[in-house]
């Protein structure tokens, strides 16, 4: 790919909450011709989610937030129903992240999850690579109520969802996240409920 890339320069849009760049390069199409192409990319670091699962109960932990973004778009929208998530910090692994972030977001205690993708969500536009996992939660692996950390303002609920509702919640659009779709979609083809 490195041959058909050259005078690649970036240019910082903003740096507030992520990093936000103009980047301008020349590429050589199949054809042999060479265009001068500008792109903006944002860069917000990678991140973690998780599908928890009760194969006893037939149930998925899922999470309900407000998401800026989703209400910009479609204000209809603007609670989104999510697989738990967060982004990597601090160096750590997506393993670390996800434990870390379950505990804080929905109150459940994990030991350990088990990665089964790896997929960019949104390749023309972002650099995140998102680390998707699933784990087995029971009862008594629920610590506190989760709801996240107020010192990242956030106000999330918790929600206990039998395995048939959430996958009807993907067809009539009350879920459309992507990561929870895979996720979703990941269980129901294993049949892991």
């Known amino acids: 790919m490195d041959e058909n890339l050259k005078n690649i320069k970036h240019t910082i849009l903003s740096k507030a909450w992520a990093k936000l760049d103009r980047i301008d390069y020349d590429f050589q199409f ?7 192409v500008t792109r903006e990319c944002y860069n917000r670091g ?3 989610a998780i599908l928890l699962y009760n194969s006893e ?3 998925v932990i899922l999470t309900k937030q407000f998401r800026m973004p989703i209400y910009e778009n479609d204000k209809s929208e603007g609670m989104s129903i999510e697989a738990c998530a967060g982004a990597i910090d601090n160096n750590d692994d997506p ?12 109150g ?3 030991n350990d999850a088990k990665q089964v993708l790896t997929a960019y969500t949104s390749p023309g536009a972002l650099t995140e690579k998102m680390y998707l996992f699933i784990a087995q939660y029971t009862d008594e ?4 109520n989760g709801g996240g950390l107020e010192s990242e303002n956030d106000e999330i609920e918790v929600l206990e969802i039998p395995f048939p509702k959430a996958i009807a919640m993907i067809e009539s659009e009350n879920i459309i996240d992507a990561k929870t779709i895979m996720l979703l979609q990941y269980a129901q083809i294993n049949k892991l409920l």
Request: without cysteine.
């Open 57 to 59: 109960k037939g149930t």
């Open 141 to 144: 692996m629920k610590v506190n």
């Open 95 to 106: 393993l670390e992240t996800i434990i870390r972030e379950t505990e804080e977001e929905v």
């Open 108 to 110: 459940y205690k994990l």
């Open 46 to 48: 990678d991140g973690a």
């Open 30 to 36: 199949a054809n042999g011709e060479w265009k001068s």
